[in-house]
């Protein structure tokens, strides 16, 4: 069964940095992309940046400048380093893999998430 699992996160000042980071895992799976996605409360889940295989990335204007995706050669595992944070920086950062193979539905996993908590 494929397993999407985060890493990193907590609390930082706003200007201060942090990193997360995500593997996905499972048995026979193949892994197409991987992405980060921001959710604040009360707002909907966007995209903050995200990986193809052919290693094609995307940021979101928020971003671009500010946060690096680097996906770590054959492990399904990336890694969001973010600096400059702001506070509007903060909630709940969730992984996404896009795949297939035993245990994938609609070919997105999805992590728990984990929170990041930028004071002013």
């Known amino acids: 069964q494929v397993q999407v699992v985060e890493s990193g996160g907590g609390l930082v000042q706003s200007g201060g940095s942090l990193n997360l980071s995500c593997v996905a895992r499972g048995s026979g799976s193949v892994v197409i992309g991987m992405g980060w996605y921001h959710q604040a409360p009360g707002d909907q889940r966007e995209v903050v940046a995200s990986?193809?295989?052919?290693?094609?990335?995307a940021y979101s204007d928020s971003a671009k400048g500010r946060f690096k995706l680097t996906r770590e050669d054959g492990t399904n595992t990336v890694l969001l380093q973010m600096t400059n944070l702001r506070f509007e920086d903060s909630g709940i950062y969730y992984c996404?893999?896009?795949?297939?193979?035993?245990?994938?539905?609609?070919?997105?996993?999805w992590g728990q998430g984990t929170q990041v908590v930028v004071s002013p």
């Open positions: 990986v193809t295989r052919g290693e094609s990335k």
């Open positions: 996404d893999a896009s795949g297939y193979g035993p245990g994938w539905i609609g070919g997105h996993s």
